[in-house]
């Protein structure tokens, strides 16, 4: 995505005059044409069902990333696919019956109308379609109950919280039950603490809808708490993609590696995030000891470690009790992140 004037002809004689040039040089020379190289070679796929976050820090070209994919601003150059079918070579017509159809959108700032009811103000994208009151009234109803506001019905947004008119917000774009969702940034308004169980009200909803998910934040926590897989940008270029735990785990560069800091790995990240193959043991045979499970924290297995002195690796079984990885005390401290853990390094062997 560039911004300037006749972006798109300076971007297509860049890359026709030196195909094989680089994006830094182009993007440095769009540059010394007054441009602006917001977002470039940027490429992602999100699965169905899939909760996928874009983070970054401010002016990293997470949110132009999002509105570009939605097409609430046109792409310079480039292809957005949903099922196969290109956004960008749609009518203005097909791009209307998309957003009414397959497509929702939350936004940090929840656009109520003040003068309509919750239940009118979710029931508006229903009443633009033409449904019949009682039957867009009836559908308002059962996601003003799934998102947690029933009894607030006949309230206006003024007699609301800052958390429940964002759940307004997420029952309005929730009614026309749309196959992907996009969201920028829909909790970072609000208080920490109302943050917090929004976010957990959140993965509960997506347990019960599996909607494939979009989702903006500039905020590592709420990143992993909500991903199942992370695209970190900066500079308007995607540096890193994976789950939760490789990120932490494995980050790329120093930049990365900066954003998960200070996260507490220990009570975040879990045996299984870490865990080596059975067939990665030493001499190939299963550690053992006193089993690790695989959904324990970190902190937990280190516990483990530490109360059961002489063991430099202990098995991790699921619930049938079959032996799927293994942990030794030296990687479980690496993760963790800790130079000296109380006893730990003492069965690390």
């Known amino acids: 995505m560039v911004f300037g004037d006749d972006a798109g002809r300076a971007l297509a004689a860049e890359q026709d005059a030196a195909p094989r040039k680089g994006r830094d ?21 999100v699965k169905r069902g899939e909760l996928f976050v874009i983070m970054g820090l401010s002016g990293s070209g997470k949110s132009t990333v999002i509105r570009c994919v939605s097409r609430l601003i046109e792409p310079t150059a480039g292809r957005v696919a949903i099922g196969g079918e290109d956004l960008l070579k749609a009518s203005k017509k097909r791009l209307i019956e998309l957003r009414r159809t397959r497509i929702g959108m939350v936004f940090q700032h929840f656009g ?34 799934l998102v947690g506001l029933s009894g607030k019905e006949a309230a206006y947004p003024r007699e609301l919280s800052g958390g429940q008119r964002q759940r307004v917000g997420i029952a309005r774009s929730l009614v026309m039950n749309p196959d992907i969702w996009f969201l920028d940034e829909p909790f970072s308004a609000l208080d920490p603490l109302i943050r917090r169980q929004l976010q957990d009200e959140f993965l509960s909803l997506q347990a ?11 905020d590592i926590a709420e990143a992993l708490k909500l991903a199942d897989r992370i695209a970190i940008m900066r500079d308007g270029v995607i540096v890193q993609v994976g789950t939760p735990a490789e990120i932490v785990l494995n980050p ?3 930049y990365v590696a900066e954003f998960a800091s200070e996260v507490p790995k220990g009570r975040l990240m879990t045996v299984e995030d870490m865990m080596a193959p059975v067939r990665d043991a030493a001499n190939g045979t299963t550690p053992s000891g006193p089993a690790l499970a695989p959904a324990m924290s970190l902190e937990e297995a280190l ?14 079984e699921d619930g049938d009790g079959n032996t799927v990885g293994t942990v030794s005390a030296d990687a479980l401290v690496r993760a963790i992140g800790t130079s000296r853990a109380e006893g730990a390094d003492d069965g690390a062997g």
Request: avoid cysteine.
């Open 303 to 316: 516990t483990r470690f530490v109360s059961e002195t002489g063991h430099g690796a202990l098995p991790v």
């Open 25 to 45: 040089a182009i993007a440095e020379s769009l540059r010394a044409q007054g441009l602006v190289p917001a977002v470039r070679d940027v490429s992602f796929d």
């Open 252 to 254: 790329v560069d120093a």
């Open 112 to 145: 109520l109308f003040p003068h309509m009811t919750v239940a009118e103000n979710v029931a508006f994208p229903l009443r633009v379609q033409g449904v019949r009151t009682d039957e867009r009234l009836g559908r308002a109803g059962e996601v003003i109950e």
């Open 208 to 218: 019960e809808l599996n909607k494939s998910i979009a989702f903006i934040t500039h």
